[in-house]
Every structure is written in structure tokens, then in C-alpha cells.
Antibody, heavy 116, light 108 residues
Framework: EVQLVESGGGLVQPGESLRLSCAASGFTFSNSWMTWVRQAPGKGLEWVANIKPDGNEANYVDSVKGRFTISRDNAKNSLFLQMNSLRVEDTAVYYC?????????WGRGTLVTVSS | EIMLTQSPATLSVSPGERATLSCRASQSVSSNLVWYQQKPGQAPRLLIYGVSTRATGIPDRFSGSGSGTEFTLTISSLQSEDFAVYYCQQFNNWPPLTFGGGTRVEIK
């Protein structure tokens, strides 16, 4: 069974950092583009970033460029999102998803709350 | 960045009735559009890709159509489990991938 499990969310203050993780199983992780998508409370979906299978190319939405870094460890079937200089508007459920152009498998998400 | 506009924002439908959801793109996305379903408290689930191809396990009461800038998701006979929020998403011109604002299908 293809499975993605996110972790690492929590409550932080503006300006602080957080690192999200996503554990993948049931598919060949090292051959797959991976993506982070977020959803603010009561709002729609927003693509955040994705990363190539070998980790050598990544793309970001403009609002997180320079603050967030997506990375992966193919040996551990894991995806990461390092989030620095967090803002109140980054508050959202963050989903890990498999695929580049249209993610076809999603995790259950992890909630990040940025508040003072 | 390509903007996707979904209408209506909310659709009230009785079980067994047909639902028609619209997604309009700010410029052509060719056939590079997909649909997701999201139920409360759950992750989105891929419904339709390539405009009209159902993802694995999706019943045939779901169908997609359109090209260019105008797309439609049709649910032929709504079942109780179909009441959810539906999002379209384009990948013709990325990054970024962009999503529509969603259509909530609720019980009438």
C-alpha cells in the first residue's frame, strides 16, 4: 500500500523555524518527484514546492522562496521541508504528496500554526 | 501564473441528482488539468487526470470534459459519499502548479 505520513508540525512564533518530515512507503521513492501542498484553515489548496527524484532540482511558490527548503533522503524514503522565518500566513495543514505535475497520493497532513 | 476560477462556489444538490462543476482558466492549459475531491478532515484524492481519465477506483458516475480554458466535472447521480469539496488544478504552465478555489457540493 502506498503511504505517506507527515510529522513535525506544531505551534511556533513568527520568525521561528520548523522542519517537516514525510515518511514514504509502498512505492519506489527514489524514482518519484515529491511535492508539498498546504491548506490554510478553511481555505483552498496551495502548491508549495516540489523536488526531483535525485534531489538536484527543486521549485517553490514565490511566497516561500528564500525561506523554505525542500529536500529528500532517498536512502531513508523521506521528504523534508525546512521552514525558516515563519509568518502568520504560513499557518496551514501541510500535505506531502507523490508526483510532480499532479500529485496522485497524499498524506494526511500535519498542522503548522504560526502565532504569537 | 495561470489562475483557475471554479463555479459555483457552493452547489446544493439532492441525492440522485446530477451535479455540474465548472473550472475556467485565465489562459489555455490545453488538456493539462485534473480534479480532486476533498472530504472534511481528509487529504485531497485524485479523481480525474488528463481532463477526462478517471483515477484508480473512481466510479464511472464521475466524468470530466473540456479543453483550453473551459472544463467541467460532472457527477451523474450524486451519492451520499460524494458530498465534498472539489478542486481543479492545472500543470500546463508550472511552476507553480495552481488550484482553483474549490466548489463545495452540499446536500439540498
Amino acid at each position: 500500500e502506498v503511504q505517506l505520513v507527515e510529522s513535525g508540525g506544531g505551534l511556533v512564533q513568527p520568525g521561528e523555524s520548523l522542519r517537516l518530515s514525510c515518511a514514504a512507503s509502498g512505492f519506489t521513492f527514489s524514482n518519484s518527484w515529491m511535492t508539498w501542498v498546504r491548506q490554510a484553515p478553511g481555505k483552498g489548496l496551495e502548491w508549495v514546492a516540489n523536488i526531483k527524484p535525485d534531489g538536484n532540482e527543486a521549485n517553490y511558490v514565490d511566497s516561500v522562496k528564500g525561506r523554505f527548503t525542500i529536500s529528500r533522503d532517498n536512502a531513508k524514503n523521506s521528504l523534508f521541508l525546512q521552514m525558516n522565518s515563519l509568518r502568520v500566513e504560513d499557518t496551514a495543514v501541510y500535505y506531502c504528496a507523490k508526483g510532480a505535475r499532479y500529485p496522485d497520493v497524499w498524506g494526511r497532513g500535519t498542522l503548522v500554526t504560526v502565532s504569537s | 501564473e495561470i489562475m483557475l476560477t471554479q463555479s459555483p462556489a457552493t452547489l446544493s444538490v439532492s441525492p440522485g441528482e446530477r451535479a455540474t462543476l465548472s473550472c475556467r482558466a485565465s489562459q489555455s492549459v490545453s488538456s493539462n488539468l485534473v480534479w480532486y475531491q476533498q472530504k472534511p478532515g481528509q487529504a485531497p484524492r485524485l479523481l480525474i487526470y488528463g481532463v477526462s481519465t478517471r483515477a484508480t477506483g473512481i466510479p464511472d458516475r464521475f466524468s470530466g470534459s473540456g479543453s483550453g480554458t473551459e472544463f467541467t466535472l460532472t457527477i451523474s447521480s450524486l451519492q451520499s459519499e460524494d458530498f465534498a469539496v472539489y478542486y481543479c488544478q492545472q500543470f500546463n504552465n508550472w511552476p507553480p502548479l495552481t488550484f482553483g478555489g474549490g466548489t463545495r457540493v452540499e446536500i439540498k
